[in-house]
């Protein structure tokens, strides 16, 4: 067994078991609260989706499970309490975070992008994976001595992506993965995700405001307004709901 796959054995989770959970959990800014006792869970294998309007919530949820943010309540993943650890060591713990906006560095290569991503790493087999998502991301590949920030939205977004995947994470996170981009680049991006998950069983949480595609590859997903959970479901219930369809599918 290489070193790689001994550290996957030890990361393992079996089919369905509790990866992230957040009980009664508060975030602010300063003097300013922006949730209000949220509990979500992800379980493995799962995408999990997390809907509601610009400023509800969302992001801060992510910055809170990240270390962030000033954060309250309880935060564990795989049952072992991260709440107010810094989020060096959040990913050392095998959680990767795309945030909102890309957050690609500008001046590195396509290739060097990816290796910072695995920076939490020490097994010989980060060349080997730097080449597994040139093959799923085909334009990377063609682009990898490009400087990320000459890179097109969509681009960027599947750099981020696959630089946090780099990190062979137990978790992945991802802030908004639609913003900014054009629907047909977001139709792709999304069929990306839904291809990862499948070949990779990738457990993911995931922030957005395109609920139709958000939930089209969702198993679960969650409702927050001004800071609270409003609502929870299956992808289809949730699809079905009547105030989830009018607020954000459009119908």
């Not at 270390?67 to 309880?74: A, H, K, L, R």
């Amino acid at each position: 067994m290489t070193d790689a796959q001994t550290t996957e054995a030890e990361g393992s989770t079996e089919p369905g078991r509790l990866v992230l959970q957040l009980t009664g959990v508060h975030a602010a800014y300063g003097m300013v609260r922006v949730l209000h006792g949220i509990d979500l869970e992800v379980r493995d294998g799962e995408v999990v989706v997390v809907l509601g309007a610009n400023g509800a919530g969302k992001t801060t949820t992510m910055r809170a499970i990240c270390g962030m943010v000033d954060t309250s309540g309880s935060i564990q993943l795989h049952g072992s309490e991260i709440t107010g650890k810094k989020s060096a060591d959040v990913a050392r713990l095998g959680v990767a975070h795309v945030p909102q906006g890309r957050g690609t560095f500008a001046d590195l290569s396509v290739e060097e992008n990816l290796q910072v991503g695995a920076f939490v790493r020490k097994d010989k087999e980060i060349r080997s994976d730097i080449d597994r998502w040139f093959d799923v991301f085909p334009v990377l590949g063609e682009r990898r001595q490009q400087q990320a920030g000459t890179l097109s939205g969509g681009e960027q977004q599947m750099l981020a992506v696959a630089r946090a995947l780099m990190g062979r994470p137990r978790l992945l996170l991802l802030d908004e993965p639609s913003l900014g981009l054009a629907p047909m680049i977001v139709q792709s991006v999304f069929r990306n995700l839904q291809s990862i998950r499948e070949e990779f069983g990738t457990t993911m949480l995931v922030v957005e405001q395109n609920a139709n595609l958000a939930l089209g590859i969702a198993d679960r997903g969650y409702v927050i307004e001004a800071g609270r959970i409003v609502l929870s479901g299956t992808a289809a219930e949730l699809s079905s709901d009547d105030a989830v369809r009018a607020a954000y599918l459009g119908y």
